[in-house]
């Protein structure tokens, strides 16, 4: 091992005289070196400026001492690149951090920096600072916080502290530099001052900010100063930086950067001498725009990509599938021997240089610094690396076609017939109808150019249609809704496949068309990998809805769970109508989603309120889902039944600024609950709420207390309302809570009951609905004699006649009274066929009619069926079964079967 490291020490003396002249004035540390004692080299240099008084001074001997320590370390092979670039990184901090209390100091004897921080971008931000790296960081204070003379204006002294660090960090003197610093990052920096406010900071990158912005924030974070004010402002951008809703325009500009820093590069297109490492075809910025520009496109909905280093986000890009493996290691790699071989053009004078020296012997002498045989062998390598990461970029950068593109209708005369019209002058027409004024996403310029970029993907895709006229008519109802489509038009170009999903999503599903007319950026979902997978459960779901970039206020997290559940409702239905999951398992999904829904918004307005009204001392609000929502199975169609209950004592007080009882104290938060769960938002309309089934109904309080709520199911409650407290589930409320309705709950459903007198109750109940809830349809399952509602009735008789089947989801009810011997097997299967119909069709036959062709037969595949017909028979089949079973166990026959 000695011998490697005498070695580079070698090497070092004969080609890098920067090196070797910084080993002669530190004779301690070289003989540490010479002895191969890497850690303990490092550890003194950390110390080499200990015993100076002055800052700078200090640091200067510090970043001599580090860099001479780290250079010998990496060409002897001891040090990976990601230590080097990473101790370098962590002296930089040091050094802004004692630039900054220095400066500060000097003004403000005694200042700390409280309200004073500095932001580090680009390869300090992302840790990978190379051996002469300039410094890019944003200076920012807080005029309220930041310490200075009681005479000095905040600005003015804020500016003071950053001259003065400048000067620290970047002046040249006896014992050279610390670090060049360069402020150019900052917003608007041509006039702008080399320290700005933070609510001005704030203000730009919310209204005027730039895309490159955008790209450069990838990699920023909190380096020096007041590291907690930093992170709190790096939170209120992130919704900057890292957008849900994909802007093609900016991904756009970023990919029209690259190519003027490609084409503004003036030095040799392929390695040679004069190549730029950094700049030149294939080199060390084409990789870090790569990972950055897919960053930018899926870093808003994953945050797992959000990764400021260059090799962590190619392999961040890998695991989500968005680039291939091979693409992540051979790109990492080349980036790893790129910056190496960056590292030892610096080591040689200390410069920052990136080019290949221009003459031989200087090339020759770089090649063997690096233990290469010449300056032929080091071209020859750069050969390979650069054609990877070349071609690779320029598949990125390529153009996706004309802007100015379009189809001319007459040359597609088959469109115009499959589309519906005479001839191709009617459908030119109607397509230049499109672009006059009528539709507001088509009225700019930019608009209408992404739209004929489209246009010749999008006439076909609607031709193929199952039902195309009917796709063009939901086509243009999607144009006329959606106040902007941009990138829904950029999106669909660029992803061939999405359109191919949102024209069976406008051919087979409305109420889909609707929501993404709405709200385009919808379609956004559809991009994951993870697309087509089950959302997770409820805690998942629920810690996602929790998740509010920038200010964190109650209406920011009611926008949220808006935003989480209309998604993965969206995405939902389209694995529905795509037979891509069993139409039970989206009804659980779906009833998952707004159990998430329900706990998040209870927890935030539960501490909304509190802020007001306080908290009640051993007293919480509950909520009880029923129907469909308690059985854990909703279709897209539900709304939500629940039932408020309140723990505790009725005679308690809230201990805020404004106390109120515990009756009134729970109702009210009941009442919010309610409303953050059904009033519309920025962000859209989430659920109906019906509280009709609590105690009383209408005539009784929104929410009752736990033993009121126990007391009237025991000895006021009607039969069908102890049916559908069969379907009862806590939804939320603490523990204890919860087993003391579930205690209450069980207690009355387990009572002995006159089965004469429930059977009675029974037959009315449903002779009742009969006469007043007529099927709409043939697809009615619900309300279909021998439907889902006879197969409920009959559950809920046996259930509350012996106690037999407790459990509030259908399916497994069935299968307990099944393997009781109360109900035949076959019933199991009818329940399941019924079900999976009630759920697709929601979507694929709003009506409950016969669907049109192209829907029916998705509701047969999403159902399990080879065709529409028979779908019907075996539906048929079902309600025969369900229509046996009510007959033998009531004694009277189903009507109508």
Same mark, same amino acid.
């Given at each position: *091992?000695?011998?490697?490291?005498?070695?580079?020490?070698?090497?070092?003396?004969?080609?890098?005289?920067?090196?070797?002249?910084?080993?002669?004035?530190?004779?301690?540390?070289?003989?540490?070196?010479?002895?191969?004692?890497?850690?303990?080299?490092?550890?003194?240099?950390?110390?080499?400026?200990?015993?100076?008084?002055?800052?700078?001074?200090?640091?200067?001997?510090?970043?001599?001492?580090?860099?001479?320590?780290?250079? /010998?370390?990496?060409?002897?092979?001891?040090?990976?690149?990601?230590?080097?670039?990473?101790?370098?990184?962590?002296?930089?901090?040091?050094?802004?951090?004692?630039?900054?209390?220095?400066? *500060?100091?000097? #003004?403000?004897?005694?200042?700390?920096?409280?309200?004073?921080?500095?932001?580090?971008?680009?390869?300090?931000?992302?840790?990978?600072?190379? +051996?002469?790296?300039?410094?890019?960081?944003?200076?920012?204070?807080?005029?309220?916080?930041?310490?200075?003379?009681?005479?000095?204006?905040?600005?003015?002294?804020?500016?003071? +502290?950053?001259?003065?660090?400048?000067?620290?960090?970047?002046?040249?003197?006896?014992?050279?530099?610390?670090?060049?610093?360069?402020?150019?990052?900052?917003?608007?920096?041509?006039?702008?001052?080399?320290?700005?406010?933070?609510?001005?900071?704030?203000?730009?990158?919310?209204?005027?900010?730039?895309?490159?912005?955008?790209?450069?924030? /990838?990699?920023?974070?909190?380096?020096?100063?007041?590291?907690?004010?930093?992170?709190?402002?790096?939170?209120?951008?992130?919704?900057?930086?890292?957008?849900?809703?994909?802007?093609?325009?900016?991904?756009?500009?970023?990919?029209?950067?690259?190519?003027?820093?490609?084409?503004?590069?003036?030095?040799?297109?392929?390695?040679?001498?004069?190549?730029?490492?950094?700049?030149?075809?294939?080199?060390?910025?084409?990789?870090?725009?790569?990972?950055?520009?897919?960053?930018?496109?899926?870093?808003?909905?994953?945050?797992?990509?959000?990764?400021?280093?260059?090799?962590?986000?190619?392999?961040?890009?890998?695991?989500?599938?968005?680039?291939?493996?091979?693409?992540?290691?051979?790109?990492?790699?080349?980036?790893?021997?790129?910056?190496?071989?960056?590292?030892?053009?610096?080591?040689?004078?200390?410069?920052?240089?990136?080019?290949?020296?221009?003459?031989?012997?200087?090339?020759?002498?770089?090649?063997?610094?690096?233990?290469?045989?010449?300056?032929?062998?080091?071209?020859?390598?750069?050969?390979?690396?650069?054609?990877?990461?070349?071609?690779?970029?320029?598949?990125?950068?390529?153009?996706?076609?004309?802007?100015?593109?379009?189809?001319?209708?007459?040359?597609?005369?088959?469109?115009?017939?499959?589309?519906?019209?005479?001839?191709?002058?009617?459908?030119?027409?109607?397509?230049?109808?499109?672009?006059?004024? #009528?539709?507001?996403?088509?009225?700019?310029?930019?608009?209408?150019?992404?739209?004929?970029?489209?246009?010749?993907?999008?006439?076909?895709?609607?031709?193929?249609?199952?039902?195309?006229?009917?796709?063009?008519?939901?086509?243009?109802?999607?144009?006329?809704?959606?106040?902007?489509?941009?990138?829904?038009?950029?999106?669909?170009?660029?992803?061939?496949?999405?359109?191919?999903?949102? /024209?069976?999503?406008?051919?087979?599903?409305?109420?889909?068309?609707?929501?993404?007319?709405?709200?385009?950026?919808?379609?956004?979902?559809?991009?994951?990998?993870?697309?087509?997978?089950?959302?997770?459960?409820?805690?998942?779901?629920?810690?996602?809805?929790?998740?509010?970039?920038?200010?964190?206020?109650?209406?920011?997290?009611?926008? $949220?769970? #808006?935003?989480?559940?209309?998604?993965?409702?969206?995405?939902?239905?389209?694995?529905?109508?795509?037979?891509?999951?069993?139409?039970?398992?989206?009804?659980?999904?779906?009833?998952?989603?707004?159990?998430?829904?329900?706990?998040?918004?209870?927890?935030?307005?539960?501490?909304?309120?509190?802020?007001?009204?306080? $908290?009640?001392?051993?007293?919480?609000?509950?909520?009880?889902?029923?129907?469909?929502?308690?059985?854990?199975?909703?279709?897209?169609?539900?709304?939500?039944?629940?039932?408020?209950?309140?723990?505790?004592?009725?005679?308690?007080?809230?201990?805020?600024?404004?106390?109120?009882?515990?009756?009134?104290?729970?109702? #009210?938060?009941?009442?919010?609950?309610?409303?953050?769960?059904?009033?519309?938002?920025?962000?859209?309309?989430?659920?109906?709420?019906?509280?009709?089934?609590?105690?009383?109904?209408?005539?009784?309080?929104?929410?009752?207390?736990?033993?009121?709520?126990?007391?009237?199911?025991?000895?006021?409650?009607?039969?069908?309302?102890? *049916?559908?407290?069969?379907?009862?589930?806590?939804?939320?409320?603490?523990?204890?809570?919860?087993?003391?309705?579930?205690?209450?709950?069980?207690?009355?459903?387990?009572?002995?009951?006159?089965?004469?007198?429930?059977?009675?109750?029974?037959?009315?109940?449903?002779?009742? *609905?009969?006469?007043?809830?007529?099927?709409?349809?043939?697809?009615?399952?619900?309300?279909?004699?021998?439907?889902?509602?006879?197969?409920?009735?009959?559950?809920?008789?046996?259930?509350?006649?012996?106690?037999?089947?407790?459990?509030?989801?259908?399916?497994?009810?069935?299968?307990?009274?099944?393997?009781?011997?109360?109900?035949?097997?076959?019933?199991?299967?009818?329940?399941?066929?019924?079900?999976?119909?009630?759920?697709?069709?929601?979507?694929?036959?709003?009506?409950?009619?016969?669907?049109?062709?192209?829907?029916?037969?998705?509701?047969?595949?999403?159902?399990?069926?080879?065709?529409?017909?028979?779908?019907?028979?075996?539906?048929?089949?079902?309600?025969?079964?369900?229509?046996?079973?009510?007959?033998?166990?009531?004694?009277?026959?189903?009507?109508?079967?």
């Amino acid at each position: *091992m000695d011998g490697e490291w005498q070695n580079a020490i070698s090497r070092a003396q004969a080609h890098a005289p920067f090196l070797a002249q910084a080993l002669a004035r530190q004779p301690e540390l070289a003989a540490l070196l010479a002895g191969g004692e890497g850690e303990a080299a490092l550890a003194w240099a950390k110390a080499a400026g200990a015993d100076a008084a002055d800052p700078g001074i200090a640091l200067r001997r510090e970043k001599l001492a580090l860099a001479t320590a780290l250079a /010998i370390g990496d060409l002897a092979g001891a040090y990976p690149l990601a230590r080097v670039v990473g101790e370098l990184s962590a002296f930089a901090d040091r050094a802004l951090d004692s630039a900054i209390t220095a400066a *500060m100091g000097k #003004r403000v004897p005694g200042a700390t920096s409280d309200g004073f921080f500095a932001l580090a971008l680009g390869k300090h931000g992302a840790d990978e600072l190379n +051996y002469s790296s300039d410094i890019d960081p944003i200076l920012l204070y807080d005029p309220d916080r930041m310490a200075r003379r009681e005479r000095d204006e905040p600005g003015e002294a804020a500016q003071r +502290y950053a001259r003065e660090i400048v000067r620290l960090l970047g002046d040249n003197t006896a014992d050279g530099y610390v670090f060049r610093v360069d402020l150019r990052l900052r917003p608007a920096s041509e006039i702008s001052p080399p320290a700005l406010p933070v609510a001005g900071a704030l203000s730009h990158y919310e209204s005027s900010a730039l895309p490159w912005e955008r790209a450069a924030f /990838i990699r920023a974070r909190a380096a020096a100063g007041d590291l907690a004010a930093g992170e709190d402002f790096l939170a209120q951008i992130r919704p900057f930086v890292w957008r849900r809703s994909l802007d093609f325009g900016a991904i756009d500009e970023i990919r029209q950067l690259t190519r003027r820093i490609r084409t503004a590069h003036r030095g040799p297109a392929a390695p040679g001498p004069g190549f730029s490492l950094k700049h030149g075809r294939g080199g060390i910025r084409e990789i870090e725009f790569f990972a950055q520009t897919h960053q930018l496109i899926h870093g808003g909905r994953d945050a797992s990509l959000r990764c400021r280093g260059t090799r962590a986000a190619l392999d961040a890009l890998a695991a989500a599938a968005i680039i291939s493996a091979t693409d992540a290691d051979e790109m990492g790699a080349a980036y790893d021997r790129l910056r190496t071989l960056e590292h030892r053009l610096q080591m040689v004078a200390d410069q920052q240089t990136h080019e290949l020296p221009v003459d031989g012997p200087a090339l020759d002498n770089v090649a063997r610094l690096d233990g290469l045989a010449d300056g032929p062998a080091l071209i020859a390598e750069l050969d390979a690396l650069t054609e990877q990461v070349g071609g690779r970029f320029d598949t990125l950068i390529a153009d996706e076609g004309g802007a100015d593109g379009g189809l001319h209708p007459a040359a597609q005369p088959d469109l115009a017939a499959a589309l519906g019209f005479a001839d191709e002058a009617q459908l030119a027409a109607r397509i230049e109808g499109w672009s006059d004024g #009528r539709y507001r996403a088509l009225r700019t310029e930019s608009a209408r150019r992404a739209f004929a970029a489209l246009l010749p993907q999008l006439l076909p895709a609607l031709a193929d249609a199952p039902d195309p006229p009917g796709a063009l008519l939901r086509w243009e109802r999607l144009l006329a809704a959606a106040p902007s489509a941009i990138n829904l038009f950029r999106l669909l170009e660029a992803r061939p496949a999405l359109l191919d999903q949102l /024209i069976t999503i406008l051919t087979l599903a409305p109420p889909l068309a609707e929501k993404l007319a709405r709200r385009p950026a919808l379609l956004d979902t559809l991009i994951d990998h993870s697309a087509f997978d089950l959302p997770g459960d409820t805690g998942a779901l629920a810690a996602r809805m929790a998740v509010v970039e920038g200010a964190h206020d109650y209406e920011a997290v009611l926008d $949220r769970i #808006r935003v989480v559940t209309g998604e993965t409702r969206f995405a939902l239905g389209v694995q529905l109508i795509a037979a891509a999951q069993d139409p039970a398992d989206i009804a659980a999904a779906l009833a998952r989603t707004a159990e998430a829904a329900i706990r998040t918004a209870l927890s935030a307005t539960e501490a909304e309120f509190a802020a007001t009204h306080g $908290r009640i001392a051993g007293g919480a609000l509950l909520v009880l889902g029923l129907g469909r929502l308690g059985g854990g199975a909703l279709t897209h169609a539900s709304d939500l039944d629940l039932i408020y209950l309140f723990s505790g004592s009725h005679e308690s007080e809230s201990d805020g600024a404004r106390p109120l009882g515990a009756t009134l104290y729970f109702n #009210r938060l009941a009442q919010r609950v309610t409303a953050a769960l059904s009033v519309p938002t920025a962000e859209g309309a989430l659920y109906e709420v019906d509280t009709r089934l609590r105690p009383q109904g209408n005539q009784g309080p929104l929410a009752a207390s736990i033993e009121s709520f126990a007391r009237y199911q025991r000895e006021d409650a009607w039969t069908w309302e102890h *049916m559908a407290l069969t379907r009862a589930r806590v939804i939320a409320g603490p523990p204890a809570a919860r087993a003391e309705v579930e205690a209450a709950i069980a207690e009355v459903l387990a009572r002995p009951r006159d089965a004469v007198q429930l059977r009675a109750d029974v037959l009315a109940m449903r002779a009742e *609905m009969a006469a007043h809830k007529a099927p709409k349809g043939p697809l009615d399952v619900k309300l279909l004699r021998g439907g889902l509602v006879d197969l409920e009735f009959i559950v809920h008789f046996l259930q509350l006649q012996g106690g037999a089947g407790l459990d509030p989801h259908l399916p497994q009810a069935v299968g307990l009274l099944v393997g009781a011997g109360l109900l035949p097997p076959a019933l199991s299967d009818a329940e399941q066929l019924l079900g999976k119909v009630l759920v697709a069709a929601r979507l694929l036959a709003l009506d409950l009619a016969a669907p049109s062709p192209p829907a029916a037969a998705a509701l047969a595949r999403a159902c399990g069926h080879s065709d529409y017909p028979a779908l019907l028979s075996a539906i048929g089949h079902a309600r025969g079964t369900v229509a046996a079973a009510w007959a033998g166990i009531f004694g009277e026959p189903v009507e109508d079967i």
